[in-house]
T-cell receptor, first 115, second 115 residues
Framework: AQKVTQAQTEISVVEKEDVTLDCVYE???????LFWYKQPPSGELVFLIR??????QNEISGRYSWNFQKSTSSFNFTITASQVVDSAVYFC????????????FGDGTTLTVKP | GAVVSQHPSRVICKSGTSVKIECRSL??????MFWYRQFPKKSLMLMAT?????????EQGVEKDKFLINHASLTLSTLTVTSAHPEDSSFYIC???????????FGQGTRLTVV
């Protein structure tokens, strides 16, 4: 069975601080995909990144960066110089390689960025 | 532009009535769609996998007679909450597996309130 753990339920930071959201996963599959989604108060899920299990390269996209470490089954997400607009619930998710729509989600981390 | 359209975005209904939620794939034909449910401040839980032209596959603990899923065409899947009760109040969100099975696109979600 697949499992995703986001140990941080809530994080509060002050604007311009860096913040890292942790994600640890469990799967018996050798091939799988990991995702991060942002859910603002309006409710829709905003796709942030997809990473396949064979690609351990870290990725940076603007203020966002992701650290995938297969050895520790972790896929952490860092926001640099946080902004108030980053306030949202962030979900880490895991899916089978051949069935990306069928995902197991973590419980989410609520990030509050204060001005 | 949006790849998946979900309608309605919000609905309030009386106990005992049925509510239909639509999920449309706008850019491509989707043989498989997924329905998730999200309780307040909780994670997304997969309810069922909707397959075009065949019966949906429900996750353990999900009542198939309560949550009717129809996937009559390659671009439309519907979720009908039958004889709704206040405990059915939740955020329902669909996702569509892309033409590349490694992609998944989410609808905007439907917030159902049963009074």
């Amino acid at each position: 069975a697949q499992k995703v753990t986001q140990a941080q339920t809530e994080i509060s930071v002050v604007e311009k601080e860096d913040v890292t959201l942790d994600c640890v996963y469990e799967t018996r599959d050798t091939t799988y995909y990991l995702f991060w989604y942002k859910q603002p108060p309006s409710g829709e899920l905003v796709f942030l990144i997809r990473r396949n299990s064979f690609d351990e390269q870290n990725e940076i996209s603007g203020r966002y960066s992701w650290n995938f470490q297969k050895s520790t089954s972790s896929f952490n997400f860092t926001i640099t110089a946080s902004q108030v607009v980053d306030s949202a619930v962030y979900f880490c998710a895991l899916s089978e390689a051949i069935n990306a729509g069928k995902s197991t989600f973590g419980d989410g981390t609520t990030l509050t960025v204060k001005p | 532009g949006a790849v998946v359209s979900q309608h309605p975005s919000r609905v309030i209904c009386k106990s005992g009535t049925s509510v239909k939620i639509e999920c449309r794939s706008l850019d491509f034909q989707a043989t498989t769609m997924f329905w998730y449910r999200q309780f307040p401040k909780k994670s997304l839980m997969l309810m069922a996998t909707s397959n075009e032209g065949s019966k949906a596959t429900y996750e353990q603990g999900v009542e198939k007679d309560k949550f009717l899923i129809n996937h009559a065409s390659l671009t439309l899947s519907t979720l009908t909450v039958t004889s709704a009760h206040p405990e059915d109040s939740s955020f329902y969100i669909c996702s569509v597996r892309g033409q590349a099975s490694t992609e998944a696109f989410f609808g905007q979600g439907t917030r159902l309130t049963v009074v």
